[in-house]
């Protein structure tokens, strides 16, 4: 019986720290902190939250173009790259990709895991392109009130 309640008690305990529903408040934050990066950042070269919510020692993995290390960094590879270049790039979210998985720390919400998949187009002629899909994985910590990304990995694109 001691092995059944213990069998009960860790398949409950997975559910509980599992990925978290669309409707929730956590899977809502990660949504709009996304957003922040990627429609206000990325797409519309608004870089000017960046400061906030990308953590100083950034670590941005990409399977393309290497490391990139530190919010400065970042921060200035979309605006030269992205922002500042002669062919426009956009990043959308894959609709029904994005996942989140919370992490705690007795108890306690620390980070969590933001994963899905996303595809890129390039203006080209005044028409956008369809580029390549990729996937990500982005860790966000918590640091005192304020959600920063710490880690992103930025992988398998593909066209």
Not at 26 to 43: V, W
Request: charged share 25%; hydrophobic share 35%.
């Amino acid at each position: 019986m001691k092995k059944i309640q213990i069998l009960v008690l860790l398949i409950f305990s997975q559910i509980a720290y599992s990925q978290v529903k669309n409707a929730d408040e956590l899977y809502k934050t990660a949504k709009k902190l996304d957003s922040l990066i990627f429609d206000i950042g990325f797409n519309k070269c608004d870089l000017s939250h960046y400061k906030s919510i990308v953590s100083k020692d950034l670590e941005f993995y990409h399977d393309k173009g290497g490391i990139t290390s530190g919010e400065e960094a970042f921060t200035g590879s979309i605006k030269n790259n992205i922002c500042g270049g002669p062919n426009k790039v956009k990043r959308e979210l894959v609709p029904n990709s994005m996942k989140v998985y919370p992490l705690y720390s007795n108890n306690v919400l620390y980070a969590f895991i933001q994963e899905g998949e996303h595809e890129f187009s390039e203006l080209y002629q005044g028409k956008w392109n369809k580029g390549s899909r990729a996937k990500f994985t982005i860790l966000w910590i918590l640091d005192v009130k304020d959600w920063k990304m710490k880690r992103v990995l930025s992988y398998d694109h593909h066209i």
